[in-house]
């Protein structure tokens, strides 16, 4: 093995220009995104909060539902919204999930601490309206906050915490000290005190709650890293983890599989959660 050391943090963590065709993202989520809000069973806007952005879309299945799946979107806690990702809930609908995917305020208006409590309320709403498990998802900085939902200082109420039976993160970034090291800092406005204090890779899991990370073979080495980081920890820790490397994706279309009912993706979260859930 070879060692080498990283000398630009902010190539470590670029993804759109380092991946081809990455300058067509986020523009090739947003007509599926609309097409499909247009011909879903949707509750759309629901706030949880008082803010513009403090809102959530809301889909469901024909039938009830068998539980609620979340998906919390990306744009590195600074860019971006739950519209572009809206087709993505075509998984989980056709295997009789409920999915939530909400909005939160951006950096540098809010800090990250800030958004992980309004994600947490944002789910925490959505679990009021629908009974049953709860599975969470995020992609990229929704990776971090879903798996912040299941440290021990989770924002989440107990009863909430109690029906969570798996969390996906994708692409997640756990560990928030190398931001310290980049461009985005300035928006993020980390220090080294707030980012270990907001690193689930320094946090306790809840045990009973298994996770995955699921990361895209042709990311970049620190979304690797950032990915088995956390599920070998964790695992350490008393927490069921596994680590997944699809073969083939890169960071915009590792998510792609969530839109399947059918994919290893879904069935590996779902799976585990309809054989545990209450």
């Known amino acids: 093995m070879v060692a080498f050391a990283v000398t630009d943090w902010d190539d470590a963590y670029e993804n759109g220009r380092n991946i081809p065709g990455g300058s067509d993202y986020p523009a090739a989520w947003v007509e599926p995104a609309v097409s499909f809000r247009a011909a879903a069973r949707a509750h759309l806007e629901l706030p949880y909060g008082e803010g513009a952005r403090h809102r ?32 993505l809930a075509a998984g989980p609908l056709a295997q ?82 190398p931001m310290l090291r980049t461009e985005r800092n300035a928006a993020l406005q980390l220090n080294m005190v707030s980012a270990e204090a907001n690193s689930p890779v320094l946090k306790r899991p809840l045990k009973h709650v298994p996770l995955t990370t699921w990361v895209g073979g042709g990311e970049r080495q620190e979304f690797l890293r950032q990915s088995v980081l956390l599920s070998n920890i964790w695992h350490g820790l008393g927490c069921i983890t596994q680590d997944v490397v699809a073969p083939d994706r890169h960071h915009f279309n590792v998510i792609d599989d969530l839109a399947d009912p059918n994919s290893a993706m879904l069935q590996t979260v779902l799976g585990s959660a309809g054989e545990g859930g209450q």
């Open 56 to 87: 959530y879309d809301l889909f469901l299945p024909e039938d009830a539902p068998k539980g609620l799946f979340v998906f919390v979107h990306g744009g590195y806690w600074m860019a971006l919204d739950k519209s572009y990702w809206s087709h």
């Open 96 to 177: 009789g999930w409920a999915v939530a995917m909400p909005s939160y305020d951006l950096c540098p208006e809010v800090s990250i601490a800030d958004i992980t409590a309004q994600v947490g309320a944002a789910i925490t709403h959505a679990a009021d309206e629908i009974d049953g498990p709860i599975v969470l998802s995020g992609h990229s900085a929704g990776g971090h906050l879903v798996t912040a939902m299941m440290c021990e200082d989770s924002p989440l109420s107990d009863e909430t915490r109690s029906r969570l039976a798996h969390v996906l993160s994708i692409s997640g970034v756990h560990d928030l000290r």
